[in-house]
């Protein structure tokens, strides 16, 4: 079975400056995808970021990127000059590349990142 | 295009009853997965349908079941309801050659008392 470790419960950042979330997580997999996925206050589950295992290269999205690191089983979020907008709750999930039965994503307890004016 | 929607946005049930909630999946997406976030922590996965079969199930218990209509939108039943049922209820739907990517909708929040 997978598992998805955040241990970061809480983070907060100063408006325009840098924040990095943590996750670790744990597969016998070789084959997978890992996401970020972004609660804001209203509730919907908003994509991020995504990243294939078989990319060397980390994933970005304008202030997002990523740093995979799989021989290490971690992959954290970078959040680049911090937006009060960002405040939300952050989830690390991952998901088999071959699934045999359905496709699930597998979430971490998530990270409560508040950016402060 | 539409995006994933839920319905309702709140109920509030007693234990024992039983309640059905409803989530429209996202333009050409045939399928569809329930997650169930409890306060505080990370969505669980429930059960995934596809082509209006269960494809796929999580630690959840038979009280638990769904269905899916030719419309690809779909059903969470839940049966005896109780108040650890209590949570925010997800619904994501998927592309069919992209099934790696879910789009969420804004969730039913159950409350069991």
């Known amino acids: 079975a997978q598992t998805v470790t955040q241990s970061q419960p809480e983070m907060s950042v100063q408006e325009a400056e840098t924040v990095t979330l943590s996750c670790t997580y744990d597969?016998?997999?070789?084959?997978?995808?890992l996401f970020w996925y972004k609660q804001p206050p209203s509730r919907q589950m908003i994509l991020v970021i995504r990243?294939?295992?078989?990319?060397?290269q980390n994933a970005t999205e304008n202030r997002f990127s990523v740093n995979f690191q799989k021989a290490a089983k971690s992959f954290s979020l970078k959040i680049s000059d911090s937006q009060l907008g960002d405040t939300a709750m952050y989830f690390c999930?991952?998901?088999?590349?071959?699934?045999?039965?359905?496709?699930?994503?597998?979430f971490g307890a998530g990270t409560i990142l508040r950016v402060k004016s | 295009e539409t995006g994933v929607t839920q319905s309702p946005t709140h109920l509030i049930k007693t234990r024992g009853q039983q309640v059905t909630l409803r989530c429209s999946s996202q333009s050409g997406h045939n399928t569809v997965s329930w997650y169930q976030q409890a306060l505080g922590q990370g969505p669980q996965f429930i059960f995934q349908?596809?082509?209006?079969?269960?494809?796929g199930r999580g630690n959840f218990p038979p009280r638990f079941s769904g269905l899916q209509f030719p419309n690809y939108s779909s059903e969470l039943n839940v049966n005896a309801l109780e108040l650890d049922d209590s949570a925010l209820y997800l619904c994501a739907s998927s592309f069919p050659d992209g099934i790696y990517e879910q789009y969420f909708g804004p969730g039913t929040r159950l409350t069991v008392t």
């Open positions: 349908y596809y082509r209006e079969e269960e494809n």
């Open positions: 990243q294939e295992a078989y990319k060397q």
């Open positions: 597969t016998s997999e070789n084959n997978y995808y």
């Open positions: 999930a991952f998901m088999k590349a071959v699934p045999e039965y359905g496709n699930k994503l597998v």
